[in-house]
C-alpha cells in the first residue's frame, strides 16, 4: 500500500521501536503478535511505534541493536530471551549495553520462590530474577516473575499472554506521552492508482495527518482501504470529506473511529461497516 507519512509536525510526537528477541521467531518457529498488542497499547498511551525489529540472540547484536535505538526513540520495549535456559541472553546484554552490573532481583527473587521446587530446578528458575543493577520492575499480573525497565527500555516476556500483562500494566504515570493516536477508514472499490495523485495532495494539505492507502481483495471486487491517523479528530473528519469528494461516486463500505480491537459490526440498512479495528 501507499503510506504518505507527514514531513512536518507542530506537535511533538512521542516515539516508540520494538525489538523483538528470538531465534525462534527468525526461523519462523513461532509466529509473533506481541508487536501488534503493544502498538494498539502504545497508540493509547500517546506513544506512535516507529519501528520494530527482530534479531537473533546474539550478545553483540543485541546490545548493538538496544544502544542505537534507545538513543533514537523515547521508548524502546524488548520481548523474549528473559527466561530460565541457556540462550535467554536478554537481561545480561541489558547490563552490558547500560554498562551494569547484573543480579538477582530480590523482588522477583520472592515471586519465583512462592513456588516450591527442588534445588536443581529453583537454581534454573532463579536465572528469570537477573536484572540490572538499578532496574525498575514492570507488574505480572500471572503471578510470574516481573520485567524490567532500565533507562527508557522497558523488557518483557515473549510469551504473549505474559508479554500483554506487563503491558497492560504502562500507564501514562510510568510514560508519559501525547495525545493518543485516532484513526479514521474509508473503504472504496476503486484502485491504489486512481486516486493515488489526489490522496498526496490531501496529504500535504494536512501535514500533521499521516494518510495510507491499503488494497483488499473480495468475492464482490478489489479495493482500497484509506487510513488517516492522528491526534486531532476534528481534523480527521475534514479530512474524511476531502477523501469522499475524491471520488464521490464510490460507495463507501468501512468508516469510523478506530481505538482498540473491538471487533466488526455490519450496519445492513445503511450499506456501511462501522468498524473499530485498533
Not at 17 to 28: A, D, K, T, Y
Not at 100 to 107: A, I, K, N, R, S
Not at 123 to 148: W, Y
Not at 181 to 194: D, H, N
Request: proline share 5%; hydrophobic share 40%.
Amino acid at each position: 500500500g501507499i503510506i504518505m507519512g507527514s514531513t512536518k509536525t507542530s506537535a511533538k510526537v512521542v516515539t516508540g521501536c520494538m525489538i523483538i528477541i528470538g531465534n525462534e521467531i527468525l526461523s519462523g518457529r513461532t509466529q509473533d503478535t506481541n508487536l501488534n498488542y503493544l502498538a494498539k497499547a502504545l497508540n493509547e498511551l500517546g506513544v506512535r511505534m516507529q519501528e520494530a525489529r527482530v534479531i537473533p540472540d546474539i550478545e553483540s547484536v543485541i546490545v548493538e541493536t538496544v544502544n542505537e535505538c534507545r538513543a533514537k526513540f523515547d521508548y524502546v520495549f524488548t520481548t523474549g530471551g528473559i527466561g530460565p535456559t541457556h540462550d535467554d541472553i536478554t537481561a545480561a546484554c541489558m547490563a552490558k549495553a547500560f554498562d551494569t552490573e547484573l543480579e538477582l532481583h530480590p523482588d522477583i527473587v520472592e515471586v519465583i520462590k512462592r513456588r516450591e521446587a527442588p534445588p536443581e530446578i529453583m537454581e534454573s528458575r532463579l536465572l528469570m530474577a537477573r536484572a540490572p543493577k538499578g532496574a525498575v520492575l514492570i507488574d505480572n499480573s500471572t503471578g510470574g516473575p516481573q520485567g524490567f525497565q532500565i533507562g527508557n527500555v522497558f523488557v518483557m516476556a515473549g510469551v504473549p499472554m505474559v508479554m500483554q500483562a506487563m503491558t497492560d500494566s504502562l500507564d501514562n504515570t510510568r510514560i508519559p506521552g501525547g495525545a493518543p493516536v485516532r484513526s479514521r477508514t474509508i473503504g472504496a472499490y476503486l484502485g491504489e492508482s486512481q486516486v493515488a495523485k489526489q490522496l498526496g495532495k490531501i496529504q500535504d494539505q494536512h501535514p500533521d495527518v499521516d494518510l495510507g492507502s491499503y488494497p483488499f481483495y473480495r468475492e464482490d471486487g478489489y479495493g482500497t482501504n484509506l487510513v488517516v491517523r492522528g491526534t486531532d479528530e476534528v481534523e480527521l473528519e475534514k479530512m474524511i470529506e476531502k477523501i469522499n469528494k475524491v471520488a464521490p461516486t464510490v460507495k463507501i463500505i468501512l468508516t469510523g473511529p478506530i481505538v482498540n480491537s473491538l471487533g466488526v459490526k455490519k450496519l445492513k440498512d445503511l450499506g456501511v461497516y462501522s468498524a473499530c479495528l485498533g
